[in-house]
C-alpha cells in the first residue's frame, strides 16, 4: 500500500480533518500530514503550534506523523517517495479550488494521484476561519476541533473584550 501526503494549512485543525486524516490511515500504509506555508493566507498559528496540535489530535494513529514544508507540494511528496495526496472535500463549494489544485499537482508530478475523500455529514460545514472566528468572541468550539485541543484553542484565539468607547 502506498504512501500518502495529506497537505493543509490546518490553522487550526478541525474534527473535519481529523475525519479525514484517521480514514486515510486506514486506506494507506502511511499518512505524512504535512502543514503547509499557502502564500495566499496569513496564519493565527506558527507552523510549530500547528504541528503539535495535530500531533497530539492525531496521537493513537500509528501510521501517521506530521511535518512541515515551505515549498511546492510535489517537491515534497516526491522526496518522501508518497504516491497519493489525500484532501478532504466538503461542499461544491470546495470543487473548483481543490480540482484546480488537483490538476497542477498533476501536471507537475503525473504519478502522484490525488484522492478526495467526502468529509463525514457532521463535519460538513466544519472549517478553521469558522473555529477562529467562534473562538475568537469565546463562542463554544466543542463541536469544532478535537477533544484535547478546544482548552489550547480557545485560550490562544480569544480575543480581549474591548474597553469602553473602543471599536474593532
Ligand atoms: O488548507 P489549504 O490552505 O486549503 O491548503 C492549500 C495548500 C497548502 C495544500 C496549497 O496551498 C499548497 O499545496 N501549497 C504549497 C505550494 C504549492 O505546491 N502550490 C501549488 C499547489 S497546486
Known amino acids: 500500500m502506498p504512501i500518502a501526503v495529506c497537505p493543509g494549512s490546518f490553522d487550526p485543525v478541525t474534527k473535519g480533518h481529523l475525519d479525514i486524516i484517521k480514514r486515510a490511515s486506514v486506506l494507506f500504509e502511511e499518512v505524512i500530514v504535512l502543514v503547509v506555508v499557502n502564500v495566499d493566507k496569513r496564519c493565527s498559528f506558527s507552523l510549530e503550534e500547528r504541528c503539535e496540535m495535530i500531533r497530539q489530535a492525531a496521537a493513537g494513529m500509528e501510521n501517521v506523523r506530521v511535518d512541515h514544508y515551505d515549498g511546492l507540494l510535489v517537491d515534497y511528496v516526491r522526496r518522501v517517495g508518497a504516491q497519493a495526496i489525500v484532501k478532504g472535500l466538503r461542499a461544491m463549494s470546495d470543487f473548483e479550488y481543490e480540482f484546480q489544485m488537483a490538476l497542477t499537482n498533476k501536471k507537475l508530478l503525473p504519478y502522484a494521484e490525488t484522492v478526495f475523500l467526502t468529509t463525514s455529514a457532521e463535519n460538513m460545514y466544519v472549517s478553521s476561519s469558522l473555529v477562529r472566528q467562534v473562538a475568537?468572541?469565546?463562542?463554544?468550539?466543542?463541536?469544532?476541533?478535537?477533544?484535547?485541543?478546544?482548552?489550547?484553542?480557545?485560550?490562544?484565539?480569544?480575543?480581549?473584550?474591548?474597553?469602553?468607547?473602543?471599536?474593532?
Open 136 to 168: 475568537g468572541f469565546g463562542g463554544d468550539i466543542r463541536d469544532l476541533v478535537p477533544g484535547c485541543l478546544v482548552k489550547t484553542i480557545a485560550k490562544r484565539l480569544q480575543r480581549p473584550p474591548l474597553a469602553d468607547g473602543d471599536k474593532r
